[in-house]
């Protein structure tokens, strides 16, 4: 029983982590192109990849903690 619901948490971090990657993902395309269509030419958006960086960051240590909590609690 143990198995089972490691296997399903394991499962739903999977799928959070895939989902946020790709809404920081969505993000930073969405940023770009409003970047080059203001100005009509590239525009290094480096706050802005330090900024998505950071988050991912935040996103994955949420993760390892909540992980951390379940196998605990087992």
């Known amino acids: 029983m143990k198995m089972i619901i490691k296997v399903l948490c394991g499962v739903l971090m999977l799928l959070l982590g895939i989902g ?4 920081q993902l969505i993000i930073f395309f969405n940023y770009l192109k409003i970047a080059v269509t203001k100005c009509g030419y ?3 958006p480096t706050l802005t990849v ?5 988050l991912l960051l935040i996103a994955i240590i949420v ?8 196998d605990i609690i087992n």
């Open 42 to 44: 590239m525009v290094q």
């Open 63 to 70: 993760v390892m903690a909540i992980l951390l909590v379940i």
């Open 20 to 23: 946020c990657l790709a809404g």
């Open 50 to 54: 330090l900024d998505q960086a950071l």
